[in-house]
């Protein structure tokens, strides 16, 4: 996961690579879900989503309240 001043980059896998790119400048919302283990060890799962469409949910973010506002402010 990348937050840049002009794009927000997802890349999944070791081997087989899957990446994903929007532009920051697309994003309309980012959806943040934490339980209680997420909220005490401060991580949990975001969803990004753009005006062409929607990811799949980013599970295990570090800090996703942080990744939320660095991408809104962005």
Do not use: C, Y
């Not at 934490?34 to 990811?55: D, E, K, Y």
Request: aromatic share 6%; hydrophobic share 45%; glycine share 10%.
């Amino acid at each position: 996961m990348l937050v840049t001043d002009k794009r927000v980059l997802h890349k999944v896998g070791l081997i087989w690579r899957s990446t994903q790119e929007m532009n920051i400048a697309k994003v309309e919302t980012v959806d943040v879900d934490q339980g209680i283990w997420g909220r005490l060890l401060n991580f949990g799962s975001a969803q990004v989503r753009g005006t062409g469409g929607s990811w799949e949910p980013m599970h295990l973010v570090t800090d996703p309240l942080a990744m939320r506002n660095a991408i809104m402010v962005g």
